[in-house]
């Protein structure tokens, strides 16, 4: 089934991604079980990740996914 090349599939992906980033400010954070590779931006500024996301997007056409919208102080 198709289903079971997804592992490798986005492992290539990943791998890529790591690869093009690698001479980059930016730090990978190693993470298991998931798709989406983390990567910490606290060599590129100190603000917060709601703002840098918006920033990129507007800035440089760079998507991110800022992990504190999964998260709450409440």
Same mark, same amino acid.
């Given at each position: 089934? %198709?289903?079971? +090349?997804?592992? =490798? &599939?986005? /492992?290539?992906? !990943?791998?890529? &991604?790591?690869?093009?980033?690698?001479?980059? !400010?930016? $730090?990978?954070?190693? @993470? /298991?079980? #998931?798709?989406? /590779?983390?990567?910490?931006?606290? %060599?590129?500024? /100190? +603000?917060? =990740?709601? =703002?840098?996301? $918006? !920033?990129?997007?507007? +800035?440089?056409? $760079? @998507? #991110?996914?800022?992990?504190?919208?999964?998260?709450? =102080?409440?």
């Amino acid at each position: 089934a %198709n289903y079971l +090349e997804l592992k =490798d &599939f986005y /492992q290539k992906k !990943r791998d890529l &991604f790591l690869h093009l980033t690698s001479g980059s !400010r930016f $730090i990978p954070v190693k @993470a /298991q079980g #998931t798709y989406f /590779q983390l990567m910490s931006y606290k %060599n590129i500024s /100190q +603000e917060k =990740d709601t =703002d840098l996301a $918006i !920033r990129f997007t507007k +800035e440089k056409g $760079i @998507a #991110t996914v800022p992990l504190s919208v999964f998260y709450s =102080d409440k």
